[in-house]
């Protein structure tokens, strides 16, 4: 077992003085300016400070000295003075002044990585319990609970003794922890009320994924998740938390896709971030960003800022799920008309559509490639493929029109894969039978918002290494006035996507991070392909 004690809280806030450089082209965005003088007076020296406001004569004579024009700077005591002073405010100190509590990540670090050995899905490092254990787990939107290999039964590393993963692989017990309890049969987070029997009054829990014969089951406990603030501070964050003790795992989890854990959240009550709002510790809402070198972040209480893209969800009231409308689909400079919806899944490796979407979107990316078609390979899930050569012409924009209109960039619609020494590139859609289910590989290089409070799914195009200077959307208080998970229970029965197969062994290209539709300094990794899709039945 990985124990690992939980990081020390510290209230400390360090201060730090540094001296000004000023420009004369640019006036620092500071409220307040000092200046400094040394007076000696009998043998002795004293520092003193002259403080000057940013909008005073004093500084006014000073920044127009030097940049040799006069400043448009308000007069006090006028609205557009007392205006631009709390703008500088929200953009110095951001949420410190709001009544809303800061984002939160997971205490390990605020870190996204994509495996392609493990089903080319996104995971991230979280620790549990007392002492921590440390898991490496999938995120995924298209289900609800969170849950981790648990006095396993069958599990990953016991069910297959050719399974040697490439990471340590964690095992929880709530006996270990001296933070755990057992969720009884009666909470009303115990969703097989029915199946508990004994005198343990154990809640248990099962659920089942698309994926063919892929399930977790087990019980609930509460214990605590470790996450971390996203301010000056840093501060650790103990959050009480329920979570699937996972005791038998069975298909895909065995060994090639989420073997150490499952990150469920979905808008169902039980997942983390319907916790977290529910608890006031984060609004309820969070945000996903995945990078184009396969490096992403995850934020909870992440609403956005102003100058995002957004649909509303279309809400099944019987069990909420992140389905988004689309009303159009774009390739190149040809756009068609579209009247569907779509399950924005980051458990899917690829995108799914069903006809006549599938038909209209890859049939119209087909016609605008000049490239020789590659032979359907049933190998290679794609059905649209092309031989790759020095004269390959880039791969056509590819968008979704979303209902209010805005339009959702796909960055990444390729994939490149080399066999028997040729290289070709698909288009990467897979035909579903009913299913359609927005995949991680449309979602690359945005940062995607799921406001749960307002019903909203922002994005912008991002850099998942920077910080958004742009204006964060207003927050409301920490408890929202909608519980999470209001919506209520129930069953969700789409039909299974069938498997491809076992997997092939093959070589896939990926795109270079600046630019997806180029084929020039392409990376090699080598990889299952498996189709992985973690959206429960």
Known sequence: ??????????????????????????FPSLLLLLSAAFLIAGGSTTFRLDIHH??????????????????????????????????????LRGRALSNAPPPLT??????????????FLHY????VGTPSVTFLVALDTGSDLFWVPCDCLSCALSASLNYR???????????????????????????????CS??????????????????????????????????????????????????????????????NGLFGLGMEKVSVPSILASAGLT?????????????GRISFGDRGSSDQNETP????????????????????????????????????SFTYFADPAYGQLSQTFHAQVQDKRYAPDPRIPFEYCYYMSSNSTVAPDVSLTTSGGDQFPVNDPIIVISIQNEFVYCFAVVKSNKLNIIGQNFLTGLRIVFDRERLILGWKQFNCYDSDDSSPLPVGPRNSSRSPGAFGQGSYTPEATKEPGSGTQITVLTPPVNCSSSFNALSIIVLLLMLMHLVIL
């Open 1 to 26: 077992m990985n124990h690992v004690e939980p990081p020390a809280i510290s209230n400390a806030v360090p201060f730090l003085v540094s001296p000004l450089k000023p420009s004369p082209m640019a």
């Open 54 to 91: 940013r909008f005073s004569a004093t500084v006014r004579r000073w920044v127009e000295s030097r940049s040799g024009t006069e400043l448009g700077w308000p007069e006090k005591g006028t609205v557009e003075y007392l205006a631009s002073l709390a703008a500088q405010d929200r953009a």
């Open 106 to 119: 997971f205490s390990e670090g605020n870190a996204t990585i994509r495996i392609n050995s493990l089903g």
């Open 124 to 127: 991230a490092m979280v620790s």
């Open 165 to 195: 993963p490439d990471f340590e692989f964690s095992m929880y017990s709530p006996n270990m922890s001296l933070t755990s309890q057992r969720v009884p049969c009666n909470s009303n987070l115990c969703e097989l009320q029915r199946e």
């Open 198 to 259: 004994g005198a343990a009054n154990l809640c248990p829990y099962k659920v089942a994924y698309v994926s063919a014969d892929t399930s977790s089951s087990g019980t609930l406990v509460e214990d605590v998740l470790y996450l971390m603030t996203e301010d000056a501070r840093s501060e650790v964050v103990e959050a009480k938390i329920i979570f699937g003790c996972g005791q038998v795992q069975t298909g895909s989890f065995l060994d090639v896709a989420a073997p």
């Open 283 to 295: 609004s309820d809402s969070f945000s996903i960003c995945f990078g184009r070198d396969g490096v």
């Open 313 to 348: 969800f279309s809400v099944n009231k019987v069990h909420p799920t992140y389905n988004i409308s689309i009303i159009g689909m774009g390739v190149g400079n040809t756009t068609t008309k579209a009247d569907f919806s779509a399950l924005v899944d980051t458990g899917t």
